[in-house]
Each structure stands twice: as C-alpha cells, then as structure tokens.
C-alpha cells in the first residue's frame, strides 16, 4: 500500500481531530502531498498540501483551522483539524499534489454532528 489514511471518526461540532497518512519513501520524499475531501454528493476537493520543503497551502474553508505537517522520519503527513463543523464532514484521502494521482483507496471518514 503506497497510501494509508486513518485517524477519522464522530466529533462535536468544535472539537478536533487528528489524520495520518502512511506513504512509501519514494513518494513521500520526492512529491508534494496534499489532504482532499469529498463530502457526501459533491467532487473531490483539496483541503491542504504541504511540499517536500514544509511551504503549505489551504483551501479558504479550512484555513486557520487545519494545519497540514510532514514527518520526514516517519514518512506521514498529518492534518490536525481543530474548530470542526458539520459541513467538514466528508471522506479524507491523501494523494500527491501534483500529477497524476496514486490509487485513492478508501479514506478516512470524518464525521461532525451539531
């Protein structure tokens, strides 16, 4: 597996929580990566990215909530989500930023109740 998820679950509104993702070396050291989302009948979306120099970047919706880091020992990215609200539920995948994307697998589901 090139790339493993985890750390979703049921959350509060206003609470927080904390993915991992699980990538090869070859991936993780030579590719920018990114934390997507699809919410239930809607597109995929890109929530952050973080390239192999640490420079993040994040959609407007989860900006000053989420913060997307890399661990260079343990080959995973994290995405710490703090203040969540309902409308963050949503599958999580990560994937590389750029280019063609490595097989989604099934994500990690994120769910935020009222």
């Known amino acids: 597996v090139q790339l493993q998820a985890s750390g979703g679950g049921l959350v509060q509104a206003g609470g927080s929580l904390r993915l991992s993702c699980a990538a090869s070396?070859?991936?993780?050291?030579?590719?920018?990566m990114g934390w997507y989302r699809q919410a239930p009948g809607k597109p995929r979306e890109l929530a952050a990215s973080v390239t192999t120099f640490g420079n993040t970047d994040y959609a407007d919706s989860v900006k000053g909530r989420f913060t997307i880091s890399r661990d260079t020992a343990k080959n995973t990215v994290y995405l710490q989500m703090n203040s969540l609200k309902p409308e963050d539920t949503a599958v999580y995948y990560c994937n590389v930023r750029y280019g063609t994307p490595i097989s989604w697998g099934q994500g990690t589901l994120v769910t935020v109740s009222s």
């Open positions: 070396a070859t991936i993780f050291r030579s590719r920018a």
